[in-house]
T-cell receptor
Framework: DQQVKQNSPSLSVQEGRISILNCDYT??????FLWYKKYPAEGPTFLIS?????DKNEDGRFTVFLNKSAKHLSLHIVPSQPGDSAVYFC?????????????FGKGTKLSVKP | KAGVTQTPRYLIKTRGQQVTLSCSPI?????VSWYQQTPGQGLQFLFE???????NKGNFPGRFSGRQFSNSRSEMNVSTLELGDSALYLC?????????????FGQGTRLTVV
């Protein structure tokens, strides 16, 4: 059973508007959550992370929100730019685990239209 | 600083054959993880190596194996290839075991099994 779910395979947003990408998880033992961005023919690149003891982390145009009671996190991109068009993966780590065994969602393809 | 290098970039093999993929981590990184990316399953963790030892293993059959050399370079091997093994195989290197934010991915090896 999938422990990390990204229920929207795709999202289309107008340039300058907010993009909200969602992720749900089932395992309450996850202690860290990360977002990765992936362009075609490239490996995923780390975007932003949040510890399970926090509810918000911000880095420039990117903010991640964590709602532990709902087992839900979201990535907000404001304002969205055409260069943000990529596949975004949500990932989680089990408490005490290592970087190697991250559990990924299936990804959401974001298209930002000029 | 050179990034994570994976070779070859593309590979076509026939069912029943075996294949070896290579990953050279970022200089100084000692942990190497492997992931399989397929359209239906997203990124799935295969295994992680640190100090030439497998530290974590995902839920894959024994046909998937790997190793790490003393210079931290890693190889993964898939024997008796099946059509379902067609995927993008990604390698990630991180400075040390358990460093959640320090991992960088390579561009991947696209394996096609015919």
């Amino acid at each position: 059973d999938q422990q990390v779910k990204q229920n929207s395979p795709s999202l289309s947003v107008q340039e300058g508007r907010i993009s909200i990408l969602n992720c749900d998880y089932t395992n309450s033992m996850f202690d860290y959550f990360l977002w990765y961005k992936k362009y075609p023919a490239e490996g995923p690149t780390f975007l932003i992370s949040i510890s399970s003891i926090k509810d918000k982390n911000e880095d420039g145009r990117f903010t991640v929100f964590l709602n532990k009671s709902a087992k839900h996190l979201s990535l907000h991109i404001v304002p969205s730019q055409p260069g943000d068009s990529a596949v975004y993966f949500c990932a989680a780590r089990n408490y005490g685990g290592s970087q190697g065994n991250l559990i990924f969602g299936k990804g959401t393809k974001l298209s930002v239209k000029p | 600083k050179a990034g994570v290098t994976q070779t070859p970039r593309y590979l076509i093999k026939t069912r029943g054959q075996q294949v070896t993929l290579s990953c050279s981590p970022i200089s100084g990184h000692r942990s190497v993880s492997w992931y399989q990316q397929t359209p239906g399953q997203g990124l799935q963790f295969l295994f992680e190596y640190f100090s030439e030892t497998q530290r974590n293993k995902g839920n894959f059959p024994g046909r998937f194996s790997g190793r790490q050399f003393s210079n931290s370079r890693s190889e993964m091997n898939v024997s008796t290839l099946e059509l379902g093994d067609s995927a993008l195989y990604l390698c990630a290197s991180s400075p040390d075991l358990g460093q959640i934010l320090g991992a960088f991915f390579g561009q991947g090896t696209r394996l096609t099994v015919v």
